[in-house]
């Protein structure tokens, strides 16, 4: 079994080895490369404590975030890696940080302190695959073990369960069932997790392959992170848009909260703190959700939303269609997406720059400056936008003089 490593991986091995020091590819991307996917970053463990390996790589740049648990980042040829003496987690008194990290002598020692068996495995060039938690027979059985007793490991470290949940969702992989019975035992400790982590896992859950069937196999840890779903007791049936949506974040919360609505999926994204930019578009889409939308009023939409908001708000439409069996009124809002996409390539300014009257010109017609102006503005830039008058300066200014006599 062979695995490809780049230059930079092979060279901070050998360096660390010339020092008389072990080092071993570990973690996720062992995982990945078996499973054939693109390794994302490598990780290194080592045998070196961390100041032997600062030595080691004295003269390369260096960032010292997790030094505290054992962790170096060094910069090797613009490649940031990750290289971690070997350790166990020791305690978790608050089932968030372990209460001290201890170095230890093995890399079987590292490995068993990993959380699942296809994340327990190291690599090396010369020596291939170490696997003493059989990682790889779980990886070709589409299976996620914890290593050793799983009540114990999701007691120490409560984000397991989520993260669990989280590659089942990536990976299209089944949970073990005694894994899965103890993810689910022991749910309510992931109260104690702080929320940032929680949302990391759960945008990562969310825009898994699998992320659809993951929740279903164990829908109440998801409550325990979200008891704003809850709002509904049909909320599951979001997860049938899942498979109809692109990997769009803003889409896939939008989806979740389909039966809770826009206010119970505002609470739970602002009590987890996700950026403001992901709570906004989430919920601007599930209160236009339902929206009557036709060509007459396509470009009135792309106006207010933006045309990447409203294109989103389409799709999930029509996944929305295509969940009730409505599958011509889906056809028609694919229809909609291609009008979308020729107005977008068009390059047509739907905001009030693209009017054919300015302020200006309200101005000239003898409207006062103020409140009065902009609302006439908007008015006639819907108008536009609906078809209702051409976007022409004669008409609007007609339509605007009139409005100012009857005022
Ligand atoms: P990804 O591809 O998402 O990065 P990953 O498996 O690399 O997945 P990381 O969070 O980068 O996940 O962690 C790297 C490795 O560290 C994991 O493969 C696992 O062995 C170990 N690990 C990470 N978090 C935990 C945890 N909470 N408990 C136990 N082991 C963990
Ligand atoms: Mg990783």
């Not at 930079?8 to 010339?18: M, S, T």
């Not at 022991?186 to 759960?202: D, F, M, S, Y």
């Not at 908007?378 to 209702?388: F, I, K, V």
Request: charged share 25%; proline share 4%; hydrophobic share 40%.
């Amino acid at each position: 079994m062979r695995i490809h490593l780049p230059d930079y991986v092979l060279e901070a091995i050998r360096r660390l080895e010339n020092r008389g020091h072990e080092a071993y590819v570990v973690g996720g991307c062992v995982r990945d490369s078996l499973l054939g996917r693109k390794a994302l970053d490598f990780d290194l463990a080592t045998s070196a404590l961390p100041e032997m390996t600062r030595e080691a790589f004295a003269g390369y740049p260096t960032i010292d975030t997790g030094i505290k648990h054992g962790t170096l980042t060094v910069l090797i040829d613009h490649h940031p890696l990750e290289i971690t003496t070997y350790r166990t987690d020791g305690t978790y008194s608050d089932a968030r940080h372990p209460d001290q990290v201890t170095f230890v002598r093995s890399i079987r020692e590292d490995l068993a302190r990993r959380d699942f068996t296809c994340n327990a495995m190291a690599y090396h060039p010369d020596t291939g695959l170490y696997d003493p938690f059989s990682g790889q027979k779980d990886l070709k059985n589409k299976l996620l073990r914890a290593v050793g007793t799983p009540e114990k490991r999701f007691r120490e470290d409560a984000l397991r369960i989520l993260r669990g949940l989280r590659f089942s969702g990536q990976l299209g992989f089944d949970i073990e069932p005694l894994t899965l019975k103890a993810m689910v035992s022991i749910k309510g400790r992931l109260n104690l997790v702080a929320v940032e982590r929680i949302a990391k896992e759960v945008n990562l859950l969310l825009l898994g392959d699998y992320a659809d069937q993951a929740l279903r196999k164990a829908p109440e840890i998801l409550l325990c992170v979200l008891p704003e779903l809850a709002e509904s007791g049909s909320w599951q049936t979001g997860l049938d848009l899942f498979s109809h949506l692109k990997k769009d974040l803003p889409q896939r919360w939008a989806a979740l909260f389909l039966e809770p609505g826009a206010d119970a999926a505002q609470a739970a994204l602002n009590r987890i703190k996700q950026p403001r930019a992901l709570c906004e578009e989430s919920v601007l889409l599930l209160n236009h959700l339902g929206d009557d939308i036709e060509t007459g009023n396509l470009r009135l939409l792309i106006s207010r939303l933006g045309y990447q908001t409203a294109q989103k708000l389409l799709q999930l439409t029509r996944a929305v269609f295509l969940l009730k069996g409505q599958a011509d009124k889906a056809s028609g809002m694919e229809r909609l997406e291609k009008e979308l996409t020729c107005l977008r390539e068009e390059g047509i300014d739907l905001s009030l720059k693209g009017l054919s009257v300015t302020g200006r010109d309200l101005l000239d017609l003898g409207y006062p400056e103020g409140e009065q102006l902009g609302q006439a503005l908007s008015r006639l830039l819907e108008l536009a936008l609906t078809g209702q008058i051409p976007n022409q300066r004669e008409d609007l200014l007609k339509k605007a003089a009139l409005w100012l006599k009857n005022n």
